[in-house]
């Protein structure tokens, strides 16, 4: 699911890295939310509130929204940039360096108590906020800009159209790939709600607090493990297979 690009993805493609990113993006952004009362995996609110700060003459107040919205671009920017860098390697999934980068921000915060993150609390938002960057950047360019997992404000909107659209006889010849695309942004939807309502759960039921972003970083690590050994696994099969039926040489 990380491996495949653009138009050589299928919808199980989408659907697992949906899945999984969608599911790391609601525990990450309920755990944010719950622990500092900031967004942390999308910018738009943040806009909002730097607006509500600039109207009320409180410009120094407003520029921490600035830094929180240049921090998603900067996340945005690392993700592309690492991915572009080292693209033309052969040997290297060039999509599992932002992967592995967001893997250590979650561990580090998550490792951290509340209290001593509190005396730091808006460094730790731009540091999520990074994190959601590589990821939103990162599933657009596998996908092809079809998958986005840190936010829902786009997704809501794309399905209500997608949805309006079964109903004309016009769009009847696409109905099979308006299914696909309505399935792929109900999991997206479904599994960004599933993590924030399960984080939720670990993080106040449980009380583990902002280590529950410890568990979104594992749940990214299980997924990288599993997509290299799928592929090592399909690529010696394959390998075997060609090797059995290469025809002998009859003796001579």
Not at 14 to 41: D, K, M, P, Y
Request: net charge positive.
């Amino acid at each position: 699911m990380f491996r495949h690009q653009g138009t050589s993805r299928t919808l199980i493609h989408n659907l697992r890295i949906a899945t999984v990113l969608s599911f790391v993006a609601g525990i990450v952004n309920v755990s944010g939310f719950l622990a500092f009362s900031q967004l942390t995996t999308n910018v738009t609110g943040h806009f909002a509130f730097f607006i509500s700060d600039l109207a009320n003459f409180e410009f120094w107040k407003g520029t921490i929204y600035v830094v929180y919205i240049f921090s998603f671009l900067t996340g945005a920017f690392c993700s592309s940039f690492l991915i572009e860098r080292f693209r033309e390697s052969k040997k290297l999934n060039v999509f599992v360096l932002p992967t592995l980068l967001e893997v250590v921000i979650l561990i580090s915060i998550g490792l951290f108590n509340l209290e001593t993150l509190n005396t730091v609390a808006n460094l730790v938002v731009c540091a999520l906020l990074f994190a959601m960057g590589l990821q939103n950047s990162l599933v657009t360019q596998i996908s092809d800009a079809v998958v986005r997992t840190t936010h829902l404000t786009g997704l809501f909107t794309d399905l209500g159209i997608e949805l309006s659209q079964l109903f004309f006889k016009k769009y009847k010849a696409k109905h099979q790939a308006l299914k696909a695309t309505i399935t792929l942004r109900l999991f997206i939807i479904g599994f960004f709600f599933s993590g924030g309502l399960i984080g939720g759960f670990i993080y106040s039921k449980l009380e583990f607090n902002i280590h529950t972003l410890i568990i979104g970083a594992i749940i990214l690590l299980i997924s990288l493990f599993y997509d290299d050994f799928r592929y090592q696994f399909i690529r010696t099969t394959r390998r075997h297979q060609q090797r059995k039926n290469q025809p002998t040489n009859p003796p001579s």
